[in-house]
């Protein structure tokens, strides 16, 4: 079983790794070493996006798209790059490609924009912020794969600018099925499972 379902032939994965591997550069098809792979260079991601030169910086989508070819730009053709393709994740869509372009706008102009001053929000206001950026995130799903670790990233980066430091997870990977009921919920708008979530981390 794959890790996504994907409509569309162009989705090829690894010879010899039962469809649990994409195919990538470095023709591993074992799901474990390439999990050890991606884990990696996450972590030289995140040493040199909190670096004292990178720290500063202003976020746009297209900082993010660079984070993601970063990551596993040496790795899978697709790194840094808008997925095509549809996708599920058990009987849930995500965004349709058409329509991501049009969304990551909108999520630029509601939740990138507030990086400046986010050192200013309340308590609340930031747990609003990060909780709603994280679901519309997850929702748009823009890339064919890492986008929950991008994502978490994101918020890593926006708690860091506010003096939080960086996030503990393991909350949200223990209590996974309320976490993914929160992401469903915020389809219609309702955030605040969300919010109980970044509330207990932050």
Do not use: C
């Amino acid at each position: 079983m794959s890790r996504y379902d994907v409509d569309t032939a162009e989705t090829q994965f690894q010879p010899g790794s039962g469809d649990l591997v994409l195919v990538n550069k470095l023709n591993i098809n074992d799901i474990n070493e390439i999990d050890d792979v991606e884990a990696f260079l996450l972590m030289k991601l995140y040493e040199k996006v909190f670096s004292i030169e990178e720290s500063d910086s202003n976020i746009s989508f297209t900082t993010i798209i660079d984070w993601h070819r970063q990551w596993l730009g040496n790795v899978y053709l697709w790194a840094g790059k808008i997925r095509n393709v549809r996708m599920w994740k058990s009987d849930f869509e995500f965004t349709a490609p058409l329509q991501i372009e049009r969304a990551i706008h909108n999520f630029e102009s509601d939740y990138l924009s507030q990086l400046q001053g986010i050192e200013n929000l309340t308590k609340e206001d930031l747990v609003s912020l990060l909780a709603r950026s994280h679901v519309e995130f997850i929702l748009i799903h823009p890339f064919r794969e890492g986008n929950g670790r991008i994502s978490r990233l994101l918020m890593d980066y926006m708690s860091q600018k506010t003096g939080y430091g960086l996030l503990d997870y393991s909350l949200w990977d223990k209590h996974k099925e309320f976490y993914i009921r929160s992401i469903h919920a915020g389809v219609g708008g309702d955030y605040q499972y969300m919010e109980r979530l970044v509330r207990d981390i932050l």
